[in-house]
C-alpha cells in the first residue's frame, strides 16, 4: 500500500485545519444571512430534499433527531420552512420551504460557495476537483470497524 510507504502525517493533523477553516466559514456566513449554523444546514437539505421528513433530514445531515425539533420550529417562526402531515404517516411531517426559505438558502450558499471558492484559490482548477471528488468518495465510503 502505498500510504504504508510514504512518510505522511496523521489525517486527522492534515484535515483539523482545514476543517476548522470550513466551519469557520459556515457559521459566520449563517450568521451574516440570519441564521444559526443548523438553520443554514437544514434549509439546503431542505432545498436539495423538498418534501423529507425529519428523521429523515436528521440522519442525513447527521443531526439528532429529537434536538432538530427545536431548529425546525425556530425556521418555521421565522417563516422560513413549513410542515405539512405527511400522508403516508400521520405521526410524520413534510418539510418544505417557503419563498424566502428557499431564496435564504439560495443566497446563503451561494455566498459560502464565493468564500469556498477564495479558500481552495491557491489550488489549480484540477487538484480543486480532484480534492472535491475525493472528499465525496471518502464521505460516502464505508468506514473501518
Known amino acids: 500500500m502505498l500510504v504504508h510507504t510514504i512518510s505522511r502525517t496523521d489525517l486527522g493533523a492534515v484535515l ?10 459556515e457559521v459566520g456566513n449563517a450568521r451574516r444571512h440570519g441564521l444559526t449554523h443548523w438553520g ?5 437539505a431542505v432545498k436539495d430534499r ?6 429523515d433530514l436528521a440522519k442525513a ?8 425539533v427545536r431548529d425546525i420550529d425556530a425556521l418555521e417562526k421565522e417563516g422560513l420552512l413549513r410542515r405539512t402531515p ?3 404517516d400521520r405521526r410524520a411531517n413534510r418539510l418544505h420551504l417557503t419563498r424566502t426559505g428557499r431564496r435564504r438558502a439560495v443566497e446563503a450558499q451561494a455566498d459560502l460557495h464565493k468564500q469556498e471558492d477564495l479558500y481552495l484559490s491557491s ?3 484540477s487538484q480543486q476537483v480532484a480534492f472535491i ?7 460516502s465510503a464505508r468506514r473501518p470497524d
Request: aromatic share 4%; net charge positive; hydrophobic share 50%.
Open 86 to 88: 405527511d400522508p403516508a
Open 40 to 44: 443554514y444546514i437544514i434549509l439546503v
Open 61 to 68: 445531515i447527521g443531526h439528532d433527531k429529537n434536538r432538530i
Open 123 to 125: 489550488l489549480a482548477t
Open 50 to 55: 423538498p418534501g423529507t421528513n425529519q428523521a
Open 133 to 139: 471528488e475525493t472528499l465525496r468518495t471518502l464521505a
Open 16 to 25: 483539523l485545519p482545514v476543517w476548522k477553516a470550513v466551519l469557520a466559514m
